[in-house]
């Protein structure tokens, strides 16, 4: 969540709906390439010619001109909600002790890890070094990546 951001978006690719139920492709025409200009829910992030990048909301003169090159029209949202400074605030540190619980993981995981990579594929259940519950590792054979779940709903899961 960031400021110019709503507080209902999901991403393009979470199934299709926003937390408030606005399903993106009928809301905004799916059917035609460009969705990301007509979507009112999000900034944009834009590079000029020299490298430098700027973000800006949908909406404001910048991104309408480079939606008006594209001859997209930016479809309204009545749900859309902006959040507050706190919600921002409380969002990012949720995800940044998300970010700590998965470091904690694969710590222990990368100890767990055989170089070089096995010849076959090799899968163990642990102890989860975050809630002690039971962490499930698997090192490919293929190219030596090892991923993760813990079986605690919303501890860690990640692949490489």
């Not at 951001?5 to 809301?27: K, L, M, Q």
């Not at 710590?107 to 070094?129: F, G, H, M, S, T």
Request: proline share 6%; hydrophobic share 35%; net charge positive.
């Amino acid at each position: 969540m960031s400021p110019g951001t709503c507080i209902h978006f999901t991403g393009i690719g979470s199934g299709g709906c926003c937390r408030a139920g606005v399903n993106y492709a009928d809301a905004f025409d799916g059917t035609m390439a460009g969705i990301m200009f007509r979507l009112p829910c999000m900034q944009f992030r834009v590079v000029a010619a020299d490298g430098r990048s700027t973000s800006i909301r949908a909406g404001e003169p910048e991104i309408r001109k480079e939606i008006d090159r594209r001859d997209q029209q930016m479809i309204p949202c009545a749900l859309y909600l902006e959040p507050t400074p706190e919600q921002v605030q409380t969002d990012r540190a949720e995800k940044y002790a998300a970010l700590n619980r998965t470091f904690a993981a694969i710590k222990v995981a990368q100890q767990w890890r055989v170089n070089p990579k096995p010849r076959q594929d090799r899968r163990e259940v642990i102890e989860c070094p975050v809630c002690k519950g039971k962490l499930h590792l698997a090192q490919s054979c293929y190219n030596g990546h090892v991923r993760g779940k813990c079986e605690t709903k919303g501890c860690v899961s990640w692949m490489e």
